[in-house]
């Protein structure tokens, strides 16, 4: 195993940072790490906001479903799917594009997405931890008005980083799925009853797969702040869904 994919699994997500502050060569290292990921075209279909105003923080990590420890964070970045950019650019050539819409959005998503993880890697190597929080697609408005999102800008992700505490470091990484669980042969295959079973058999706890998973879904997919998701996930697509004249 070389070093590469020894950080690949011994990564895990820290949401205790210690005091140590993150020096400004380090940033741009993991700045610099995200704009080497794949693209499509190499467009780079995505903008990263670097918070560094305290308020803001604050505020992001309220609106994130009240998670305290991401304004404690020594560095916060907001990766937004970018169909704006690129629209400014054809028409400084003289072009009249056309209004973009939801393939557009997924693929700035995905650009967006695979930059955020090549920061995660960049940051692990320098044994400086990450956290991802989905929470920033959530209350549209009031983090449109926070980040002054533009039309056609979308927060994709949120990460933040700083060293870990010792505990944190200790923390055992939740277990990973099989991968005959996750890796399908040329088609989609939907899992029998038994697989099911088997495949969380050990991911349970002390408890029964019933009830482990009666308890998740109310506590995630039933949940007030996944119901908040798709609201805003509604309002954020309706600029793409409704076509305008540019």
């Not at 940072?17 to 990921?37: D, G, H, R």
């Not at 308020?55 to 309220?62: D, G, M, P, R, W």
């Not at 990484?173 to 042969?185: G, I, N, Q, T, Y």
Request: glycine share 4%.
């Amino acid at each position: 195993m070389n070093d590469i994919i020894k950080a690949l699994y011994e990564r895990k997500s820290v949401r205790v940072f210690s005091e140590k502050e993150i020096i400004q060569k380090e940033k741009e290292c993991i700045l610099n790490a995200a704009l080497q990921a794949p693209s499509a075209g190499c467009q780079l279909l995505y903008t990263i906001l670097d918070i560094t105003d305290e308020k803001k923080k604050e505020k992001l990590a309220e609106l994130c479903d009240h998670q305290v420890f991401a304004a404690k964070a020594k560095l916060v970045l907001v990766f937004c799917a970018d169909c704006r950019k690129w629209l400014s650019f054809y028409k400084e050539a003289g072009g009249s594009p056309r209004a973009p819409g939801a393939g557009d959005l997924l693929l700035a998503v995905e650009d967006a997405l695979i930059a955020a993880q090549n920061a995660v890697v960049a940051a692990q190597s320098l044994g400086i931890g990450s956290c991802y929080i989905g929470d920033v697609m959530e209350n549209a408005e009031e983090m449109k008005a926070l980040l002054e999102l533009p039309e056609y800008v979308y927060p994709a992700c949120m990460l933040v980083f700083g060293y870990p505490t010792e505990q944190q470091k200790e923390r055992k990484k939740p277990e990973r799925f099989l991968l005959s669980h996750m890796v399908c042969e040329n088609v989609y295959q939907d899992k029998s009853p038994q697989e099911i079973r088997q495949m969380f058999s050990g991911h349970t706890g002390v408890q029964e797969y019933d009830e482990w998973m009666k308890a998740f879904w109310m506590r995630k997919y039933e949940s007030d702040f996944s119901r908040e998701m798709n609201r805003s996930m509604e309002v954020y697509l309706k600029e793409f869904l409704e076509k305008k004249s540019s």
